[in-house]
C-alpha cells in the first residue's frame, strides 16, 4: 500500500509565502514523476508544476517565476516554494506522484486528499 500526504496549506496575504509538501510512504520501490496540482470549485484541475526523478522541472505559464517545486528522493519528498502569492492561487492543492511499488514492474498514479491555499487581505 502507498499513501501520499500534502501538508502546509493555510491562509496568506496577498505578496506572502507558502511552502507546501508531499510526502509518499508505504511499499515504495522507486518514484517518477512527482507533480503538484490545484482545482477551485467548478473548474478542472490544473497542473501546476511537475519534477522529474532526476530533477528536471515544469511549471504552468500562470505560475512560472514565482513558485518553485523540488524534491528530496532520499526521503521521498517533494515541495512547493510559492512566492509572491495572488488571489487567483486560491484553490486546494493535490500532490500526485507516479509510484512503483516493491516487486511491482508497472508504475501507478497516486493522489493526496489536497491542501486548501487561500490568499486573501
Known amino acids: 500500500q502507498v499513501e501520499v500526504v500534502e501538508s502546509g496549506g493555510g491562509l496568506v496575504q496577498p505578496g506572502g509565502s507558502l511552502r507546501l509538501s508531499c510526502a509518499a510512504s508505504?511499499?515504495?520501490?522507486?518514484?517518477?514523476?512527482m507533480d503538484w496540482y490545484r482545482q477551485t470549485p467548478g473548474n478542472q484541475r490544473e497542473l501546476v508544476a511537475s519534477?522529474?526523478?532526476?530533477?528536471?522541472?515544469h511549471y504552468a505559464d500562470s505560475v512560472k517565476g514565482r513558485f518553485t517545486i523540488s524534491r528530496d528522493n532520499s526521503a521521498d519528498m517533494a515541495y512547493l516554494d510559492m512566492k509572491h502569492l495572488k488571489p487567483e492561487d486560491t484553490a486546494v492543492y493535490y500532490c500526485?506522484?507516479?509510484?512503483?511499488?516493491?516487486?511491482?514492474?508497472?508504475?501507478?498514479?497516486?493522489w493526496g486528499q489536497g491542501t486548501q491555499v487561500t490568499v486573501s487581505s
Open positions: 500526485s506522484a507516479h509510484i512503483r511499488q516493491l516487486s511491482a514492474f508497472d508504475f501507478h498514479t497516486y
Open positions: 508505504g511499499n515504495i520501490g522507486s518514484i517518477n514523476d
Open positions: 519534477i522529474t526523478m532526476s530533477g528536471s522541472a
